[in-house]
T-cell receptor, first 113, second 114 residues
Framework: QQQVKQSPQSLIVQKGGISIINCAYENTAFDYFPWYQQFPGKGPALLIAIRPDVSEKKEGRFTISFNKSAKQFSLHIMDSQPGDSATYFCAARRETSGSRLTFGEGTQLTVNP | DGGITQSPKYLFRKEGQNVTLSCEQNLNHDAMYWYRQDPGQGLRLIYYSQIVNDFQKGDIAEGYSVSREKKESFPLTVTSAQKNPTAFYLC?????????????FGPGTRLTVL
């Protein structure tokens, strides 16, 4: 049962453009929504995370937008750079599940120079 | 340096053989996790452990086994019962508690069944 749906599966953006990746969830018990970045052959690393009591969180060029009523959240990468080319995963955590995360399917981002 | 180490980086197995993937962390984290990564399917949880000598099945535990005899170590055994074991395996760890959410990942082990 896929509780977090991520789209698109792949994304190609020109340098300087905006990359947008979307995720939707079903379980209203989720209370923490992180995004992870993974480079080829490496393990994922936490990029940015948000809790449902805020609608937006920004860290540098990376912004999470959160829509609680629609049960959707998205990652925006401003001024995308070739070094941002990686696979991005959204995830969600249920407050009763400790630190266990449910991950989306992943988006492979390619930023062309 | 604090972190998570996984070994080996690449592993080749013949059909019918059991293999054990190593995961060690020196972050003093209570919780540890094993994920399997296949193209287009994200990260799927195999097993997780929140405390020494205790572990729970994740979403795809069939054909796998784990142990947690030490806080620092969480080895994963891929048994011959796993029908399609070729994949990238990731180990992670985290602190426990409602405000401790970040999972730290190791570099992964790529398992190929010949």
């Amino acid at each position: 049962q896929q509780q977090v749906k991520q789209s698109p599966q792949s994304l190609i953006v020109q340098k300087g453009g905006i990359s947008i990746i979307n995720c939707a969830y079903e379980n209203t018990a989720f209370d923490y929504f992180p995004w992870y970045q993974q480079f080829p052959g490496k393990g994922p690393a936490l990029l940015i995370a948000i809790r449902p009591d805020v609608s937006e969180k920004k860290e540098g060029r990376f912004t999470i937008s959160f829509n609680k009523s629609a049960k959707q959240f998205s990652l925006h990468i401003m001024d995308s750079q070739p070094g941002d080319s990686a696979t991005y995963f959204c995830a969600a955590r249920r407050e009763t599940s400790g630190s266990r995360l449910t991950f989306g399917e992943g988006t492979q981002l390619t930023v062309n120079p | 340096d604090g972190g998570i180490t996984q070994s080996p980086k690449y592993l080749f197995r013949k059909e019918g053989q059991n293999v054990t993937l190593s995961c060690e962390q020196n972050l003093n984290h209570d919780a540890m996790y094993w994920y399997r990564q296949d193209p287009g399917q994200g990260l799927r949880l195999i097993y997780y452990s929140q405390i020494v000598n205790d572990f729970q099945k994740g979403d795809i535990a069939e054909g796998y086994s784990v142990s947690r005899e030490k806080k620092e170590s969480f080895p994963l055994t891929v048994t011959s019962a796993q029908k399609n074991p070729t994949a990238f395996y990731l180990c992670a760890s985290s602190k426990q508690g409602p405000t401790h959410n970040e999972q730290f990942f190791g570099p992964g082990t790529r398992l190929t069944v010949l």
